[in-house]
């Protein structure tokens, strides 16, 4: 097991490397730099060279680059080159807002996802499973943005319930988790429908029945035990994907977290900042996976057995 | 030689060829069939907006009709530059589709190569593309995008490539599995025994054979794609303004939420159905295409 969690958190190394080194020489390229705003009128062209000097635009983006790198590991993810603040402040500090919508978002998604996906599965093929179908295919198929601006026009200003935005208290988080947590709940409900599916059918469970389990405990103790898997792995992709901020959700309820802190930086060709988001939401969406591939061994005592024979076969990604 | 009697009884159990099962199923797909005809109906407004609308008529600025609330000759009302919004969704449908049906058809491209090859060689090839594709896969999609329009520039076919390039992955990781479904079949080794090549294997044998679960996904991918370009869009990475494309017209609402949601309302009901129709559809032909699923 422990070998496992290593080797896994050695792939983050060139996981890192390579995002890096992409972000990195793709932010580079981009046209303009991010001196452009800095020159002025008044400034003579060996103000600006020593302006590109000092951003080192006079030597090749491999070396900035790997100064970059360099800096990356030992601790230092170098300075905004808009702001100058510390890269590593700047994404701290923005980094709780993001984490604790992300959490409620989840939360309010899977506990609303699993009980309508089960409820979906146990009536297959009846009008009751057509209309929980249908919600979340409407669910999957609505832009976040727009959702969120159609709860904004309903709950901020029709009736002014809930803030129309900004980060304080608990009603501001509201709005913008209920429009996070049912995109995750439609393609949650669907996962779980499906995987419930496929359980519902099987031989034990006609057993369990035939022996007197009250159906309660039939979904409970024996389906959805063996329903997990594929349904964790959808709740995982979704955090993982929160995580890294949701842009577009952060911009319509004006929420301080790291997807616009990134979008802005983006905007801005502020390479060193634009970089240290993506190195740090890399990191964060590996070690979500990780968890979430040790979270099986700890619902499926099978998975449990491979880890601890040490014969782990390779992972068939399907 | 049969009768007529023979002729009839046989032809109405024959056995329905591959295809015409297909077809059969997906015609008895309530889902499919609402989903394809509201394709339709998406492409003959698309057809209408490129035949009868012009370009100019729909960003020419008119500020007498400023914000007009809807009515019968503004069924949509009109936005703060006094354009009409009715014929700005319909002319921005054309944008929507491009997005989708091109950006899906080079991640579709990209990943059938690389997943056919990772699949049908095994070994050091498939380890070294199935971890191109990991790497690719741990950026989030929607910062790839950004960055990618960021360097590109923004136009409609920059932002098509953004959209197509971040569902390589996912491409090539559903190829390669279905490969590796087919590559061991008897057909397979079949072919090798009479001295085709390796590519003519993996593009006559194995690909087709392995299909279904692409076409599903290259459906459903549509209307990700779609949504995906909205949101960039949105966020002021998309096609440049005045371009009336339907995720920048819900941007241009935004400005003026409180006093006319109208110009929110409408582009975004656009974007839902057209996704929406591509979603049931994608689920019609997987039910189709995979009668193990359904029941």
Redesign the interface.
Known sequence: MLRYVIRRLLWLI??LL??SL??YV??D???GTVIDSMITEQMTPEDIEKLRQEYDLDKPVIYRYVKYMWGFFHGDLGKSQVTGLSVWDSFISRFPATLKLSLVSVVFGAVLAIPIGIFAAQR??TIWDNLTTGFT??G???????LG??L??LFA?KIQLFPAGGYQGPSSYVLPAITSGLMMTAITARQTR?SM?EVLRADYLRTARAKGVPERLVIRRHALKNAWIPILTTIGMGLS?FL?G???IE??FSWPGIGRL??EA??Q?DVTL?CG??IM??IL??IILLIVDLLYAFVDPRIRGKYASGSRKRK??? | MSTATDMLVSRKYAKRSGLAEIWYRLKTNKGAIAGFTIIVIILLITLYSILFIDFEEVTAMNAANRLQPPSLEHPFGTDDMGRDLFLRTLYGSRYSLLIGVGGVSISLIIGLILGSVAGYFGGLVDDLI??FS??LA??????MG???V??L?QSLQNLIIAVGVTAIPEFT?ITR?SV?VVRNQEFVEAANAIGMSNLAIIFTQVVPNGLSPIIVTVTSRI?AAI?EA??LS????GIPVPHPEW?LL??EG?NY??TA?NL??FP?LF???T??AF??LG?GLRDALDPK?K?
């Open positions: 060139p996981v390579c995002v992409l972000i793709l932010m390229l981009a046209p297959a093929g295919l409407i999957t198929s609505m832009p976040s943005f727009w601006l159609l904004l026009i200003y499906s599916l994907r890294a949701s842009a577009v911009t319509v990134t979008v983006v905007s060709r634009a988001c993506v939401t890399s969406y590996v068939v990604t399907a | 199935m971890r990991d790497i741990s950026v989030p999609v929607f910062l950004m960055v990618i960021t360097v520039g990781r599995s590796l209307g949504i909205a949101a949105f966020l002021g990475f995720g819900v941007s935004r939420i409180r949601p929110t309302y975004g974007i839902m159905i996704v929406f979603n049931i689920d699923l029941k």
